[in-house]
């Protein structure tokens, strides 16, 4: 594919015709994951969702992903299951250098690595917006805004992740979406509950293995366990484990979660942190199994209380509620996944801010557009004004 001369005009309803768009992925991963992890999927399955919608899409990524688009490799694999040490900053500056090359080519650069390429793409003019997948309650943060990032405009997975930060240039909150037929709803689970994930304090899963003996109830733990969580593991969550009651898988590859989390009652998710969004409640919607979840970040927004699960403010409310967990319609929960977090959905929502970001008045369109999305979606910062921290005790 030759490159242009420029950026074309793009129409009002550009979204509806063919857009030149590059998704940059972080390299940590290769796009989708191999194992976990959880931003380098969502860029999978919204880079494929574009093609899909017959859009043109290049795919900056590591070289062993796997993609429909055009795939421009940064690195010859994944940085975190490289044999070699590899220096992370040398494979970002052969992505950002070759995204450089390139940039002219695009209608729209949509960036999913943080800070690290909006001076560059300020500086090349190239129409760009990134979204930020992780935690902004950072010291650091509250004056890099205006001072280093001045024209970037960020998208937000939830409104709660936008709490820290409430006057940075917002261009909308686009919820996470799934291929919709990736994960099929079980209808007749065996009845243990399940925590997926990693395993870290503020995930909690001690707290998840207290729930489940409290309640009776066999736990079984399938999670990454990061080198610099190790340690923790050893000594806190490993002695815990006894292969029967509480039993660890480990870390599992995507084509056992249909079989993990659609044969349990419930989903375990006894976060103590501001989790931005947490993409395992929407892969247990998509099975039909509801959700248990401390009341925190982006919880409030996800499920929907005693329809797709139980949002709780208590270790006793927790364990009520996984006795209550019967009384949630599988089915439901299902359903909902269906109306919220497809990944058509979620392209689409992408797309209408893509096409704002090519207005004249841009300010107007992704208001414009940010009021749609909300429509859509459900979205809305009521869901997160009132949230609090869980009581833990046990």
Not at 208 to 232: E, N
Not at 271 to 300: D, K, N, Q, Y
């Amino acid at each position: 594919m030759q490159q242009s001369g420029g950026h074309r005009p793009l129409t009002r309803y550009a979204y509806n015709w063919s857009m030149r768009i590059a998704q940059v992925a972080p390299l940590a991963e290769a796009v989708p994951p191999k194992l976990y992890g959880g931003t380098e999927r969502v860029v999978s399955w919204l880079t494929e969702e574009l093609v899909e919608l017959g859009h043109e899409v290049t795919l900056f990524a590591s070289g062993d992903s796997i993609t429909n688009a055009m795939l421009e490799p940064c690195s010859r694999q994944a940085l975190r299951l490289a044999s070699s040490h590899r220096d992370p900053m040398l494979a970002y500056g052969i992505a950002l250098a070759r995204l450089a090359g390139r940039a002219a080519h695009f209608d729209i650069v949509h960036s999913h690595i943080d800070w690290v390429h909006i001076p560059l793409l300020r500086h090349l003019g190239v129409p760009f917006v990134t979204t930020l997948h992780g935690r902004l309650d950072l010291p650091d943060l509250n004056g890099s805004f205006e001072s280093c990032f001045g024209g970037a405009r960020f998208i937000s997975i939830s409104d709660a992740q936008r709490v820290p930060l409430p006057h940075a240039p917002w261009a909308g909150t686009v919820y996470h979406g799934m291929p919709k037929y990736l994960l099929k709803p079980n209808l007749s689970p065996d009845g243990y509950p399940a925590f997926l994930g990693r395993i870290t304090p503020e995930k909690g899963p001690e707290t998840a293995i207290s729930l489940a003996r409290a309640a009776g109830m066999p736990l079984k733990i399938a999670a990454k366990v990061d080198r610099a969580d190790q340690a923790y593991f050893d000594c806190k969550v490993r002695p815990l484990i006894d292969g029967k009651a509480i039993e660890f898988v480990g870390e599992i590859p995507e084509q056992q979660k249909a079989a993990f989390l659609g044969n349990a009652a419930a989903l375990l998710f006894p976060i103590c942190w501001p989790e931005p969004f947490g993409l395992v409640i929407i892969e247990a919607m998509a099975c039909g199994t509801p959700v248990i979840a401390f009341r925190g970040g982006s919880v409030p927004e996800l499920i929907e209380d005693g329809i797709t699960g139980f949002v709780v403010d208590s270790y006793d409310e927790a364990v009520s509620a996984i006795h209550r967990i019967a009384t949630i319609d599988r089915r439901g929960v299902r359903a909902g996944f269906e109306r919220r977090f497809t990944a058509r959905r979620m392209a689409e929502d992408y797309l209408r801010i893509y096409e704002a970001l090519a207005q004249p008045n841009v300010s107007q369109a992704l208001a414009s557009a940010e009021v749609r999305l909300h429509r859509r979606s459900g979205a809305g910062l009521a869901h997160t004004r009132d949230t609090v921290q869980p009581n833990l005790a046990t």
